[in-house]
């Protein structure tokens, strides 16, 4: 749990305290709801310490700073800058200098809207992406997971497939070197060799991988259906199953569907744009970094060796986990209005 002093208490939290206080709550109440809804420690003396201070500027800002050059900055500055940063999360410190010039004919340099920025609680990472999804799809994805949550599914009798691309790689993601030594760059090849994998999981263990290369068609997608699906639906599901793939149109064409219907395949259909409720996308991300960390292949041969191997190591106990993954994402889905989950 972070500990905050008096002098360095985020402005967000500071204009918290004042709030909390004015709803009439004690300052050791207000202790305990940064501690628990923040993670912060902030002591109660430091609470009583900002609290006189406030009485007397009727201002949240520290004009006792360390740093003098914050005194530049007035509340209305402080706060044009929080909804600047609201309203365009990339707007950098020079764009802020620029737009403060305009709007109040200030003259501040980047280093005082920086460290302005991060007295408001403005952190800089990298973007957080997620699969785009279309407004027409949400209600559909929204649809879908309050029915599986209304009917408490548990996905007992699905079998989820996809395909996926793997390339050759032998360096995993992430690689530590000691201060002071020299960063060895590794080489990576401008057209690694890759191969395609088609492959499904149920909580009953999984389906044969089938490698390949080149492009995939209809014809090609139902010869890898009979050769590897429908063994596995009549040895691991004959009393019943529900079929699990993405909207791909050689998926969903006529002579697929006509071919699913002659062998006895129960397709389940899911809405578009919806890879974050298919649980062997993880399961894929495993693959991959099993390959790139202890395989690390340097051939084709090599490749689909290391693929073959590790997709025939699955239990069932490996793929329910993955699976159970479907418990957070499904709420995560409602709760977002049909929206990317984030996972």
Known sequence: MAAARLGRIPLHLREKIVRLISEGKSQREVHMRLRDEDAVHVSTVSICKFLGRYR????????????????????????????????????????LTRLLRQRFNVLVSSSTIKRARNTLGWRCSKPKYCQMIRDANKPKRLAFATRCLRNRDNFDDCIFTDETTVKINTTARKRFYKIGEEVNAVPKPKHPLQVHVWAGISRRGATGAYTFTGN??????????????????????????????????????????????ANGINHWETPPESPDMNPIENMWAALKHHLSRYVKPKTQQELVQGI??????????????????????IPKVIEKRGCASGY
């Open 216 to 261: 995939m068609d209809s014809a090609y997608y139902q010869e890898i259906l009979r050769s590897k699906l429908v063994p596995f639906v009549n040895n691991t599901f004959p009393d019943s199953h529900r079929f699990v793939q993405d909207n791909d149109p050689k998926h969903v064409s006529h002579s697929t569907k006509n071919f699913m219907t």
């Open 56 to 95: 007397r500027t009727g201002s949240c800002l520290d004009v006792r700073s360390k740093h003098p050059h914050l005194r530049i900055l007035k509340d209305p500055h402080i706060q044009f800058i929080d909804q600047q940063m609201k309203h365009d999360p990339e707007t950098t410190a020079a764009d």
């Open 308 to 329: 073959d191997d590790f997709w025939n190591a699955l239990t069932p106990y490996t793929c329910n986990k993955y699976i159970d993954h479907l418990y957070k994402v």
